[in-house]
């Protein structure tokens, strides 16, 4: 049975199954990205702070609206929130700088991107700020996610934001956040493909009303480019003898095999491409369905295989390593600012334990490479 293209959030408002990440999207070729994918079809765009590319994005979108493609209220646009403005009182600027940037009046989802508060780093000396202060040093916040989540609420209020969600957090952050939450999460962003199928965590997010979507869908495609030894010895999805065999079997590609396998269970994903031809590939991932014993074989590749673990060794060494550049591919560097910095959930393995602990609570995003 076919699925529907959108799902209804808490909130009330729709939400693409199937949209854009934005994460390593080039700043030279972004807006020429996003305004190629609006042409393609795609009407969900997944940006964010520290992905250093929501200027682009904007401009991507603008022009698509010019051009008579799309009106603003076709679009579903998405940001989040980083981790060092989670203080109360830095909410609320950082949303609207993330607004000018994108050059819009309200965010149809914003997201806590990680349930981690560092210290605040104003915007002027160091943007994105990425996981090290202005001093390169990590700097815990005393901020609560309550406290955050409570300003967030806020922005709902004020009509900056539509809809609120969360990102990389695990069942017990979420029965916490929903004891006090006055506005429910809308959605929850996880780290979700066959290695790593998490099975309780989507039915519990989908059982409290909380839509959940899919980052890294390919599992460790995203990650060869960072050099990481975890994902070159994971067996590569788009290359497994069961998710081929099953996409020989429906006439489609493995990576819509994938896709299908996540949307078919109401989770929806955000895959990227330049590939004209795999951008019309990965929305046709919803008229079709996979048999019920295609879906226990893809279930059964499952191997709690997370690839965003900052706490692990791996990630270190690729920040140490001769990676780091291509791990920022695509971000934007305000002048000055060190490359020794810690991004998208890569620790340092030298930096003082108190820094490290609290990433073993939730591990980052990443879009695919598709």
């Given amino acids: 049975m076919p699925s529907p293209a959108t799902v209804k959030l808490n909130s009330g408002y729709e939400m693409p199954i199937v949209g854009f990440g934005l994460w390593k999207v080039n700043n030279d ?5 996003v305004y190629n994918a609006i042409k393609a079809g795609y009407r969900l765009f997944d940006g964010a ?4 590319n929501e200027v682009e994005s904007g401009q991507g979108v603008a022009r698509a609206i010019k051009d008579g493609l799309v009106k603003r209220s076709d679009l579903v646009l998405v940001s989040k929130l ?12 950082i949303c609207k700088k993330q607004l000018q940037d994108w050059g819009i009046d309200y965010f149809d989802l914003y997201i806590m991107h990680f349930p981690i508060a560092l210290k605040y780093v104003d915007p002027s000396v160091k943007y994105p700020p990425g996981f090290t202060d202005e001093n390169g040093n990590v700097t815990p916040s005393n901020a609560s996610i309550q406290e955050t989540w409570t300003a967030m609420e806020d922005l709902v209020e004020k009509g900056l934001c539509r809809s609120i969600g969360v990102s990389n957090f695990r069942s017990v952050l979420l029965m916490d956040l929903l004891r006090y ?3 429910r999460p809308a959605t929850l962003q996880i780290e979700h493909h066959p290695h790593l199928v998490q099975e309780a965590l989507v039915k519990y997010a989908q059982d409290q009303g909380i839509a959940v979507t899919a980052y890294s869908s390919f599992g460790p495609q995203s990650f060869l480019e960072m050099d990481m030894q975890q994902a070159k010895d994971a067996p590569l999805l788009l290359e497994h003898p069961t998710v081929k065999k099953v996409a020989e079997k429906h006439g489609k590609t493995p ?3 994938l896709l299908r396998w996540a949307t078919q269970r109401g989770v929806a994903v955000i895959p990227k491409s330049n590939n004209e031809g795999r951008l019309k590939q990965n929305l046709d991932v919803l008229e079709w369905d996979l048999e019920e014993g295609d879906m226990r074989e893809v279930n059964g590749i499952d191997r709690a295989l997370r690839f965003n673990d900052p706490p692990s060794s791996e990630y270190g060494r690729i920040l140490n390593g001769s990676s780091r550049e291509t791990w920022r591919r695509g971000k934007h560097q305000t002048p000055g600012q060190d490359l020794n910095c810690i991004e998208h959930g890569v620790l340092n393995p030298q930096l003082p334990l108190l820094a490290i602990v609290p ?3 939730s591990l980052n995003s990443g879009e695919d490479e598709f």
């Fill in 29 to 33: 070729t972004c807006a020429d990205t």
């Fill in 49 to 52: 702070c520290d992905y250093g």
């Fill in 82 to 93: 980083w981790n060092s403005f989670h203080d109360g009182p830095r909410v609320e600027p």
């Fill in 181 to 183: 939450a006055k506005v």
């Fill in 255 to 257: 990576a819509q095999v």
């Fill in 359 to 361: 990433f073993a609570l």
